[in-house]
């Protein structure tokens, strides 16, 4: 009876943590995402040209910012034109992105220009 138990638990935990698991890389899939991107001291922007929403941006590519900064603005958060591979995440409750009520995180820059396309982004 024991041995049945504990074979009955095994195969339960062993459901429960495929479970868990499966479908849960469907989440994290970069996706690429097309539209504005404002950055200075305080704002991250990305407002999508797919649906007008924006999000706060958190950059893991590592890129996103250097390159913007290589654009050699004269003044903080002029908008470009980008289209990154990221994944949307909710917002943290407290801090800078609070206010927004998700954050893409950018795995990697596709490109970036200041000219930003009329047609796609209104």
Known sequence: MQVRLIKYLMYAMVIAAYSCNSGSGDKTQPVVYKGVYSFGPEVKSFKDCDNGREF??????AQLELKYSQLNFEKPYEPVYVEVEGIKIPSD????GSEYDSTLVVKKLIKITKEIPAD???
Request: charged share 30%; with cysteine; net charge neutral.
């Open 56 to 61: 706060w941006v958190t950059d893991n590519s």
């Open 93 to 96: 409750k407290e801090g800078l």
């Open 120 to 122: 796609m982004c209104k």
